[in-house]
């Protein structure tokens, strides 16, 4: 009986709404999904529940209130992973995403009363994974692009013997680049040819924000200053090979332990196959003998 009355009171709600969105003239959900998927970098559509969580996080977003450090910080955060939402938005975006699993609370206190417990621990994880979504983009950003400084420093270090057009430097290299450095280097070389050397290097160190690439850029603001950078470079070029062999042998050292997981897991099917043909021999000597 509470079910039913739950669901005509979840109907009779719907109808109301899509009845005031007629005599309002709201968009349409279809309207939303192209507006919000235009400002996208990446043109992937969004999902129909990703609009209306994204709907309802821009609704709230007015209810967050942050310092300006913090501010700045996410906003910073949000822009070296690639995102075009406003910190506070970002906030509402996590709740909302919570707040949508949290809904299930209610019905299943009155159908499933053991379900209720799960679902409030997946909205605190939800809530997490979300929050920390820009973050983790940060990382496996900056882990990218410092994989392959130490080939970008080799590079720049032969390069230094033949001249000094740092621009021409990195214009060279970006054809050899991967994905997502080439990208973090097509957004360099146009700032360069934009504004100030100096100011579009700094700026491209603060998008990353890696102390390796900062020794980089520091070298390539001192060449630009006119001093000799060969031997820096030289310097830090050995330096990052030496990085790149304890992160290297970091990830060997992690490969034993997954061998060795599905190794005991071939050794327990090997066992299983002797015990089924062991038992299946015994239960036939068994019945001959009966």
Not at 111 to 140: G, N, Q, T, W
Not at 201 to 226: C, K
Not at 240 to 247: A, C, G, V
């Amino acid at each position: 009986m509470i079910f039913n009355i739950f669901l005509f009171g979840l109907l009779l709600a719907a109808g109301l709404f899509f009845i005031l969105a007629d005599l309002l003239r709201l968009p349409t959900l279809a309207a939303e999904k192209a507006m919000l998927s235009a400002g996208k970098s990446k043109k992937s559509a969004r999902e129909t529940l990703d609009t209306l969580l994204m709907k309802a996080a821009i609704r709230l977003s007015g209810m967050f209130r942050m310092d300006g450090y913090k501010r700045r910080r996410m906003t910073n955060t949000l822009a070296a992973a690639g995102t075009d939402m406003t910190p506070e938005v970002f906030s509402a975006y996590a709740v909302a995403k919570a707040g949508a699993v949290l809904l299930g609370v209610v019905p299943s206190l009155t159908v499933m009363p053991l379900l209720a417990p799960i679902l409030l621990f997946l909205a605190v994880m939800i809530y997490f994974k979300a929050i920390r979504s820009a973050d983790e983009a940060l990382k496996a950003k900056r882990e990218s692009v410092e994989n392959e400084l130490p080939r970008f420093v080799a590079t720049l270090t032969q390069e230094l013997k033949a001249g000094r057009d740092v621009l021409g430097m990195l214009e060279g290299y970006k054809k050899n680049a991967g994905e997502l450095f080439a990208g973090e280097l097509d957004v360099l070389t146009a700032d360069m040819r934009s504004s100030s050397y100096e100011a579009a290097l700094v700026r491209f160190e603060a998008r990353v924000g890696s102390p390796m690439l900062s020794d980089a850029v520091r070298g390539l603001i001192g060449v630009l200053r006119g001093d000799d950078g060969a031997v820096y470079f030289q310097m830090l070029s050995h330096d990052m090979k030496q990085l790149e062999l304890q992160r290297l042998k970091a990830e060997a050292m992690k490969i034993p332990p997954k061998v060795r997981k599905y190794s005991f897991v071939m050794l327990m099917c090997f066992l299983m196959t002797y015990l089924v043909i062991i038992g299946y021999e015994i239960v036939r000597s068994l019945g001959g003998m009966f």
